[in-house]
């Protein structure tokens, strides 16, 4: 009797591993490709007016939200 009780305690963890090992669905942790380009660098500028300060200033918004929609939605493609 207590024989059979250690051999039961003892197989009892292993047959739940098996269980739960079946039911764990595939992921597939490659992004899509246009979702992993680099955010480009940023230049170092000196601007002689405040136009040109105003048009760089443009410029580098217009790359951050680019970039940001681009990572956003990788982070949204890896959370699925």
């Known amino acids: 009797m207590r024989r ?4 039961t305690a003892a197989l009892f963890p292993l047959a ?5 090992n079946k039911h764990v ?8 490709a246009n979702l992993t380009a680099r955010c480009p660098d940023l230049e170092a500028v000196t601007p002689a007016d405040m136009g040109e300060l105003l048009q760089v200033a443009v410029e580098t918004t217009v790359m951050y939200r ?4 681009r990572h956003n939605a990788l982070v949204e493609t890896l959370k699925q």
């Open 66 to 69: 680019e970039c940001q929609t």
């Open 25 to 32: 669905p595939a992921w597939n942790p490659i992004p899509p």
């Open 4 to 7: 059979a009780l250690i051999l």
């Open 16 to 20: 739940g591993c098996d269980f739960l």
